[in-house]
């Protein structure tokens, strides 16, 4: 859609060339040439505020320049970019970064496992972590869930149509609910709780249960606090290793640096991907804690576990972003102007009954019936604003726009989506 009169973006090679399989530049229908910070253009010149952040993989924004600097100075003097796990100097500095800026002014102390660059292989590792660890197999995972599209992490997700994709029996993992799933009034903790106390419930010991703080695929259902202590609690009794999902959710796009410090929990496994490189760059770990860290050297091994453009990046990226609490408190104020952003959207559009759902910056507005908020996204694209739906029906708004985003564009952000609201509810 150009408004300009210069000719639409040529797609037909996608069409003629790329697999069916794929799926964003179908919401998106543009080709995409350049971005900066929150910004990005497509190869006509027309700009576009990014909502999406790479699903979460763009928490400070495209091509930050501090990061894009000390890349571009690696690869100049010829930096090594590809080393298998091996020692290297960019792996040494992002390692003691993490451990510095992340895990000791926490209190934490984990191992930090490179487990393949995508978050699925951060998954697929804790669990198999978590069953060597234990010699038990059954993982637990929750409604609404999403871990990832490889066998395992996918037979712990809950989306119905993904899991079908899969075409073999998904095998190893149960679902429970997830915190409100029955509604304000059910603590659905107790139903694990009963199942794990009770020898006639037909639920075997199982080695893990794995969650998210806010289900960023699946609804953007949020877990309170209260919840995840308590879920936290029941798997130390029963000798359950908990597993934090923090793919999406990490990395300060709650406000804290991992999503659970808010219910002060230590989860004994905890997979970080996405934003982890700061700079879109592929990249996962897997935090284990010491005594459990009982795989043996390359039994869970892979080619691309040193992509050390992304360590340059990662380490820069904590040093700017994580040497203090500036951000976290950034992200707080922000998350109030989007929540009363949506509340005036929300507001604009009563007959709808939207629900506002979220934390932090990973926020939505939940739409009721399915294929309304497909529609809202569309009509924020053609207005120049880059959002996804979540959901297994597609059913809610997606905000994600980069922790760093300055305030005004977050405005201009909201207004759009505002005027997409109202017109699929006009419409
Ligand atoms: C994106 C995501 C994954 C999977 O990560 P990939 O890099 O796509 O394999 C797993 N868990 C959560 C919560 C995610 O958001």
Redesign the pocket.
Same mark, same amino acid.
């Given at each position: 859609m150009q408004d300009d009169g210069r000719p639409a973006a040529p797609l037909d090679v996608f069409e003629r060339l790329e697999s069916g399989v794929r799926s964003y530049i179908r919401a998106f229908p543009a080709v995409f040439a350049s971005a900066r910070g929150h910004t990005v253009w497509d190869v006509g010149g027309r700009s576009y505020i990014d909502f999406f952040s790479g699903?979460?993989a763009l928490n400070y924004g495209h091509n930050h320049p501090r990061l894009k600097g000390e890349l571009m100075d690696y690869i100049a003097r010829d930096g090594i970019a590809h080393s298998l796990d091996m020692g290297t100097a960019a792996k040494a500095e992002f390692l003691e970064a993490f451990q510095q800026l992340v895990l000791e002014p926490r209190g934490l102390e984990y191992r930090i496992m490179f487990p393949g660059p @995508?978050? @699925?292989?951060?998954?697929e590792s804790a669990l198999k972590l978590a069953r060597k660890a234990t010699g038990r197999h059954l993982v637990v995972g929750f409604t609404g869930a999403?871990?990832?599209?490889?066998l395992g992490?996918l037979s712990a997700s809950g989306n119905r149509f993904k899991r079908r994709g899969a075409a073999v029996p998904l095998t190893g993992a149960v679902s429970m609910p997830y915190d409100g799933y029955f509604g304000p009034g059910v603590d659905t903790v107790d139903c694990l709780r009963r199942y794990l106390e009770d020898d006639g419930s037909g639920l075997p010991l199982p080695a893990a249960v794995i969650y998210?703080t806010v289900?960023?695929?699946g609804g953007l259902h949020s877990a309170r606090d209260q919840w995840v202590r308590r879920l936290a609690e029941v798997c130390r009794r029963h000798g359950v290793l908990l597993i934090a999902?923090?793919?999406?959710?990490g990395c300060g796009r709650t406000g804290p640096f991992f999503s659970f410090e808010s219910a002060g929990v230590r989860p004994d496994i905890v997979?970080l991907?996405?934003s982890i490189s700061g700079y879109g760059l592929?990249m996962?770990l897997t935090l284990v804690r010491p005594d459990i860290d009982v795989l043996s050297p390359g039994e869970h091994n892979g080619t691309f576990r040193g992509n050390n453009l992304a360590f340059v990046t990662a380490a820069a990226a904590l040093r700017a972003f994580w040497s203090g609490d500036g951000l976290q408190r950034e992200v707080q104020s922000k998350a109030a102007r989007i929540r009363a952003g949506l509340a005036r959207c929300a507001a604009g559009v009563p007959e709808l009954r939207p629900e506002i759902r979220g934390r932090g910056l990973i926020q939505g507005l939940a739409l009721g019936e399915p294929g309304r908020a497909e529609r809202v996204c569309r009509a924020a694209f053609e207005r120049g604003l880059i959002l996804e739906t979540s959901g297994a029906r597609s059913d809610v708004v997606k905000l994600l726009p980069p922790l760093t985003i300055d305030p005004a564009a977050l405005d201009r952000g909201l207004d759009i989506l505002g005027e997409a609201v109202g017109a699929c509810a006009a419409a």
């Open positions: 699903a979460g @995508t978050g @699925t292989n951060a998954v999403f871990h990832g599209m490889t992490a998210e289900q960023g695929e999902d923090d793919i999406q959710v997979c991907s996405k592929p996962a």
